[in-house]
Each structure stands twice: as C-alpha cells, then as structure tokens.
C-alpha cells in the first residue's frame, strides 16, 4: 500500500478572489470534520480569525489523526 505524501499546501489569494466563496469552503471542511489530507494554509490576511482559527484546529486534528493519537 503506498504511503501518502505528506505535503505543505499554501494558497495565496489575489484580491479578484471572491472570499466568499474561500469562507464556504472552509465552513464544508469544518462541518465535515477532520479531513482526509491537511487543510491548506491561506495567506496572511486573507481570513478573519475565527476561519484561520477552525483551520489551524483542523490540521491540529489531522494530525494527531495521522500520528495515531486519537
């Protein structure tokens, strides 16, 4: 069985990006719960802090999932 590649995804938006659209997405990830791969990381001052704040506990959750911990 092939072991997933472990990779550090970030985005940077320009400002022709609805952030809308960027926010429902993220609010699937949450309501899904701990995902499958790690979330991505957005640029610095893309998000407001409760997202970038549910982000960072998601790829938390992640993981301790991959390390066996929960």
């Given at each position: 069985m092939k072991?997933?590649?472990n990779l550090g995804i970030i985005f940077n938006f320009e400002?022709?990006?609805n952030p809308r659209k960027v926010n429902a997405y993220i609010d699937k990830l949450v309501a899904?719960?701990?995902p499958d791969s790690r979330p991505p990381y957005f640029g610095y001052g893309f998000l407001d802090a409760k997202r970038?704040?549910?982000l960072d506990n998601l790829r938390k959750a992640y993981d301790l999932k991959i390390r066996g911990d929960l």
């Open positions: 072991k997933k590649p400002k022709s990006v899904a719960g701990i970038d704040s549910q």
